[in-house]
């Protein structure tokens, strides 16, 4: 074989930080060979197979063969599937996944990547678990910063190298006043209630005086932030500038740890992806799910409302494959209620079972969720929340044979995508927490929208908030983190609707159907995009 040749298989592998010995080398040299590879063609069919290999738990820095061999015949296999595929059956690939039967991954400082726990989560939690949650929302983070362009040092000699600002810890700060740092870490109150910057080595007060205005974005305490600042002798970091750390897209972290199960119901390839990807546009351009949010069951006019939008269904012949109903579904907290405003709250949710399995046509094939919200009756009230309690929704679940209980937050996994649906007041919750000099000034509603989306990704959690703001589960903090970002992300909130694409995740708030407004969102899967109506 060519020298040429050669010298693209060791670029391509070079690429992925692997290294080939004489052995393996031929044996790619062999499988090009073998399948008659144009010299055109050599890089792009070595980069699948360095992709996939690096995808695999045993995959070594130096190329084993034998990995390889094995990565090797499973893209065979691939290929020698059926060349007419069957119909997509949209059921077989669709799944709902509750917030307590996840996997629960944690981010390992010594092997650098995802390592799946031990031992099985509890409700209970501890304070180890707490200090552990915290850390690997700071790891996970971490990592995205350190692999971004931006942050990455250049490998080729550069005149600015040596002025260029790199991530620093906090007690590299110690004897060192008058210098410029960069830093990342968590927004927190110190002992004495200063604003302070935390990481794993410590922590160190900051000074907005000299800030003109902070970057995009809602920095509140709990959430992590780069900051760049001269550090005082008052021992003290003098802000310049603030920003949120950079967002890893979909792609990026899938192409990186693609062989990990993060939903429990089994990993697919990249490759397996972009196909399904194809034919989900191609074959199911005409399949919608339906989200609702506020549907307030004791409200007069929303059962009206909804016997409205399922009529329309049925008449123009449009059964979506999922209708997702968000609380709350009372106006009113009954959570510390008497029986008979619980019998009531009962009553409301039988009147709704009796209402949707009067649509024969759309309970045959259509997928119902019921996501709780702040209000709602379930066993704990703090995130992530149960399900509704399943003894008020008997006849619910008697009545509509496909009808899904969904904690808060809850996942959907569509073929290749991954829908999260979370019903939180975020917006009131975030603004209310803002630390530091504020919200950049003259913002309209539009930009705290795009605030609010942009630092909810960028922070990959969907409550970057201290637990004294918003308490959650520690053990179950997983649950709660966004990386790899999601396809798509309901923020069902009070807060006015809106719909947002940020670094290839779409974003949307369908709104409140209540009083006589009756608004929801439509979700495309074929095009990932939503629609309000």
């Not at 109150?189 to 907005?208: A, N, Q």
């Not at 800030?211 to 008052?234: I, K, N």
């Amino acid at each position: 074989m060519s020298d040429a040749r050669q010298r693209t298989i060791l670029k391509v592998f070079r690429k992925f930080s692997n290294s080939l010995g004489p052995d393996t080398l031929d044996f790619l040299e062999q499988i090009l060979d073998a399948h008659e590879i144009q010299d055109i063609d050599v890089e792009s069919s070595i980069e699948t197979l360095a992709k996939e290999y690096n995808k695999q738990d045993d995959a070594t820095m130096k190329v084993s063969i034998e990995v390889l061999q094995k990565v090797y015949e499973r893209l065979q296999d691939q290929g020698q599937s059926q060349v007419e595929a069957e119909a997509l059956d949209p059921d077989s690939h669709l799944h709902f996944i509750n917030a307590f039967e996840m996997p629960s991954w944690h981010w390992s400082i010594e092997r650098g990547t995802f390592e799946k726990a031990a031992v099985p989560p509890t409700m209970s939690g501890s304070a180890d678990s707490r200090v552990s949650a915290v850390r690997d929302r700071l790891n996970v983070i971490k990592q995205c910063v350190l692999r971004n362009e931006h942050f990455a040092p250049s490998t080729l000699p550069s005149r600015d190298r040596d002025r260029l600002v790199t991530l620093k810890s906090t007690k590299q700060l110690l004897g060192r006043a008058g210098e410029r740092f960069l830093l990342l870490g968590m927004l927190a109150r110190s002992k004495e209630g200063k604003l302070v910057l935390e990481d794993t080595d410590g922590s160190v007060e900051l000074d907005f005086s000299q800030l003109d205005g902070p970057g995009d974005g809602l920095f509140t305490e709990g959430c992590f932030a780069l900051v760049e600042g001269e550090y005082t002798d008052e021992s003290k970091l003098e802000i310049i500038a603030i920003g949120q750390p950079p967002c890893e897209s979909r792609q990026t972290a899938r192409s990186i740890y693609g062989h990990i199960d993060f939903l429990g119901k089994a990993s697919t390839s990249l490759l397996d992806d972009e196909k399904l990807s194809v034919r989900v546009q191609e074959e199911l351009s005409d399949l919608h799910f339906f989200f609702l949010s506020d549907v307030w069951l004791d409200h007069p006019f929303t059962l009206p409302g909804i016997r409205k939008m399922l009529d329309n269904c049925v008449e123009n012949d449009f059964i979506p494959k999922v209708i997702v109903l968000c609380g709350n579904f009372t106006s009113e907290s009954i959570t510390h209620g008497n029986a008979r405003d619980i019998n009531r709250y009962q009553d409301n949710f039988d009147a709704l079972a009796d209402l949707i399995a009067s649509y024969t046509s759309i309970t045959r094939t259509t997928h119902f969720v019921l996501v709780p919200g702040p209000l709602d009756l379930t066993l704990n009230a703090i995130l992530p929340r149960q399900p509704i309690l399943s003894s008020l929704l008997s006849r619910i679940r008697s009545k509509i044979p496909k009808v899904h209980l969904g904690s808060n937050p809850c996942r959907m996994k569509f073929f290749d995508q991954e829908i999260v649906i979370y019903r939180e007041d975020c917006m009131a919750k975030m603004l209310r927490n803002v630390v530091g000099i504020g919200i950049k000034p003259d913002v309209n509603s539009d930009d705290l929208k795009r605030f609010l989306v942009q630092t909810i990704l960028d922070q990959a959690h969907l409550s970057p908030l201290t637990i004294n703001v918003q308490p959650t589960l520690s053990e179950y903090d997983h649950s709660l983190r966004l990386y790899p970002l999601p396809t798509a992300l309901v923020l069902a909130d009070k807060y006015d609707r809106y719909k947002i694409t940020y670094t290839g995740c779409h974003v949307f708030n369908p709104g409140s159907f209540v009083g006589s407004s009756f608004v929801f969102s439509t979700y495309k899967p074929a095009e990932i995009n939503s629609e309000e109506w």
